[in-house]
């Protein structure tokens, strides 16, 4: 039993930081209504930068903040030469050109800083915390509860007067133009917003598992989330990356040993396409019902 309840608390404490890889995808999907499918590379992007600014003697939290106006400064730039060329365009070749940024940055990040493995240290420290007789990794811990943090403060943006502009300009451009909304800053906004989220996510995973490309690939486990909670829900954030954490902890904690490994990124492919079978839109997910 003690078995079980430390591969499902340590699970759940992983899926909060996989929540947290995934709100800058939902949070520019809540607000300009696009799928962005370069988070996973935003994450990496960010995990870099912050790297750099510690190589070169800043103290690590400023060396967090400064890259977060670095990554939020960046998601002004990408709306302003990139995005802004894409109104009137089908939604899929917005989708396209993220996908294309993703593969950019892959490439592109690991070649300017170095493709070693690079390590961030926050001073958490590698002694796991004991409860009872359940062993919890000390940086899940820790990254969870930051996580936590940081979807509840993105919860109360949207209550704000801000962040209701940046829902109604996801749901109807021209509306929103029409009543003098921004929707070019809007969407800046959101792309800059995504990337002080994607610092948060950088941070944490490189502090766990270093910083290289394949930080990148925690796109993966971000859509199943999203596509679980629902791509334009916070809420479902939270939830979904709960759920794709513990499962994807405990049957592999017990799966593994007889398939021989690598079967938490089966369970979730099997997630995402039991998800979009049964329940397209996800758990709390906005269901918009479209005539073809």
Do not use: C
């Not at 070693?116 to 240290?121: A, E, H, L, T, V």
């Not at 109360?156 to 801000?162: C, D, H, M, P």
């Amino acid at each position: 039993m003690a078995y079980f309840i430390e591969l499902l608390v340590n699970g759940a404490l992983v899926g909060l930081m996989y929540a947290l890889a995934a709100l800058g995808f939902v949070l520019i999907y809540k607000s300009a209504g696009v799928p962005n499918l370069a988070q996973g590379a935003l994450v990496m992007m960010a995990a870099f930068l912050v790297w750099f600014l510690g190589s070169l003697g800043l103290p690590i939290w400023i060396a967090i903040l400064a890259g977060a106006a670095l990554m939020f400064g960046f998601g002004l730039l990408v709306e302003r030469l990139l995005l802004r060329r894409m109104v009137g365009q089908p939604v899929i070749m917005v989708v396209m050109l993220t996908l294309g940024m993703e593969i950019l940055l892959r490439g592109l990040i690991p070649g300017v800083f170095g493709a070693s493995p690079k390590s961030i240290d926050l001073g958490i420290g590698l002694a796991p915390v004991i409860v009872a007789d359940v062993f919890m990794n000390r940086a899940y811990l820790i990254g969870g509860l930051v996580a936590l943090l940081l979807i509840g403060a993105s919860m109360l943006f949207f209550r704000t007067r801000l962040g209701t502009k940046l829902r109604a300009v996801s749901d109807d451009h021209v509306a929103s133009w029409a009543v003098g909304l921004s929707v070019e800053r809007a969407i800046g906004l959101s792309w800059g917003i995504a990337g002080i989220a994607a610092v948060g996510a950088g941070v944490l995973w490189g502090s766990v598992q270093g910083v290289d490309w394949t930080l990148s690939t925690l796109l993966f486990p971000a859509i199943a989330v999203v596509i679980l909670g629902g791509i334009d829900s916070i809420k479902g954030v939270l939830v979904g990356g709960l759920a794709v954490g513990i499962l994807g902890s405990v049957i592999p904690g017990y799966l593994d040993a007889y398939a021989g490994g690598s079967t938490r990124d089966v369970v979730t492919s099997v997630i995402i396409l039991l998800t979009i079978l049964v329940r397209p839109h996800g758990i709390f997910g906005r269901e918009d019902i479209e005539r073809i």
